[in-house]
């Protein structure tokens, strides 16, 4: 059945269902507490591949969905604490009735005082209950907000990767799309600047007439921009009251203090940290497989099978990287595709069999040519001694793709060595080499 929002029946069930909705509230808070805790370490483990291998667009959804997860939590705990005293100050009032200021036998200015401040018990609990049901909904909107802000940073990466353009190419054309994405760019930020000023002063620039005429525009390219044509009504329900505005002003400086003071963290050493990467007097256990405990420990850039090798041969693993292929192409221009095929692609791309047939000809044919170019580019050391290595592609155990490689070490021996990663790079003119990696082990012939 249709409901029409103007009759009184279906007002009267907005009513009695308002005066019941605290059941429902507790209900859905706990459950998506429990949820939310539970999908939160998922959640991180996806953020942290997705910043491993630098995949911008993964990075933006997993962060902002974290960031969705715990403005949520943090929420729905204060909601749940707060309606747990509205409770119990309803458990309270039924026993004790209000408060009895005469009961208290206090002083005149004691009482006079305590009655300007508190006034009587039912004018608490109402207090509670405004706070606990703006809450439950306030969740929502200040996650409106947060991805409203996220869809800013991603208009601005959309002109960055698909109008501006690192290289010159085409002339004049591209210097035409350089000029009219850096004023796209510029228009963006002026009307998010905007758009800001109006939000924390609560709508100033719509109540000037001169001033809404050109800022109305504005606002109708950011609520396309913001996606705030689908929570706009809960914007204005808050702001059309004095709780909400009041309400609003608070909880986005605590948010920004949680972030700030979330920040912090202890120091115990002026030398040593447990992120410093591994070097001759620090092994940092992302450098070795066996202490790779789970999913979300990842190799940062290489790694050989344990700290002690009992073996007559190392295994070297290091991660693949999408920076790996643009400093491959510099040392070797023919490997640069005209199509660069990195980046999302759709599966329901359909090719010939013939062309299917001509791109793995081609790419079989170059694929040599790019490990003999990353052999080349990259060069082993252990204590300063150069291996000759020949990596190939594989995955490691957390099925991430990579380069491997065994070296011959029966001649080494027993007892501390330092492995050492170079790759050599272009700086200007020159060719120069830098340690990529070092990873200290301990060699031990198994008798």
């Not at 109540?207 to 606002?219: D, I, Q, T």
């Not at 009041?246 to 948010?255: G, H, K, Q």
């Not at 992302?286 to 790694?303: G, R």
């Not at 491997?404 to 790759?423: A, N, V």
Request: with cysteine.
């Amino acid at each position: 059945m249709k409901n029409n929002h103007e009759s009184s029946v279906f007002k009267e069930l907005l009513d009695k269902l308002q005066q019941e909705s605290w059941q429902l509230e507790l209900l859905i808070s706990g459950f998506a507490i429990f949820g939310l805790f539970t999908s939160i370490p998922q959640v991180e483990q996806y953020l942290l591949a997705a910043n491993f291998d630098n995949r911008i667009t993964e990075i933006l959804f997993w962060f902002a969905l974290k960031i969705c997860c715990w403005i949520l939590i943090f929420n729905l705990l204060i909601h749940v604490v707060l309606r747990g005293l509205w409770i119990g100050a309803l458990g309270l009032r039924y026993v004790s009735g209000d408060i009895d200021y005469e009961e208290l036998n206090y002083s005149p200015k004691f009482t006079k005082f305590l009655q300007r401040k508190i006034g009587s018990f039912d004018k608490y609990i109402a207090t509670l209950e405004n706070y606990c049901s703006i809450l439950f909904a306030i969740s929502f909107l200040l996650i409106f907000y947060f991805l409203a802000c996220i869809s800013f940073i991603v208009s601005i990466l959309l002109i960055v990767f698909f109008v501006l353009k690192p290289e010159i190419t085409n002339g004049s054309l591209d210097t035409v799309k350089n000029v009219f994405g850096g004023l796209l760019i510029l228009f963006i930020i002026f009307g998010a600047f905007l758009t800001f000023i109006d939000f924390i002063t609560q709508g100033f620039l719509k109540k000037k007439k001169w001033l809404s005429r050109f800022y109305f525009p504005l606002y109708r390219f950011y609520s396309v921009i913001t996606f705030s044509f689908l929570y706009r009504p809960l914007v204005y329900n808050f702001l059309d009251n004095k709780f909400g505005r009041r309400l609003s002003f608070i909880l986005v400086p605590i948010f920004v203090s949680v972030l700030f003071f979330s920040s912090y963290q202890y120091r115990n050493s002026n030398y040593l940290s447990v992120d410093r990467s591994s070097s001759l007097n620090y092994a940092n256990p992302n450098n070795y497989e066996d202490l790779l405990q789970n999913n979300s420990d990842f190799v940062k850039i290489a790694a050989i099978p344990s700290k002690v090798i009992t073996t007559p041969y190392l295994k070297i693993f290091m991660l693949f990287k999408e920076n790996i292929e643009d400093r491959l192409f510099k040392f070797n221009k023919g490997l640069k595709p005209l199509n660069d095929l990195r980046g999302l692609e759709s599966e329901f791309i359909f090719t010939t069999s013939s062309q299917i047939r001509i791109n793995y000809k081609k790419r079989d044919s170059l694929l040599k040519v790019y490990f003999k170019t990353f052999n080349e580019v990259h060069d082993v050391y252990i204590d300063d001694k150069k291996y000759t290595s020949d990596f190939i592609g594989t995955t490691n155990q957390n099925k991430k793709f990579g380069f491997e490689t065994y070296l011959d070490i029966k001649e080494l021996k027993e007892g501390k060595h330092l492995l050492k990663i170079t790759r050599k790079q272009k700086k200007k003119k020159d060719t120069v080499r830098y340690a990529l990696v070092k990873i200290p082990f301990w060699h031990y012939k198994n008798n």
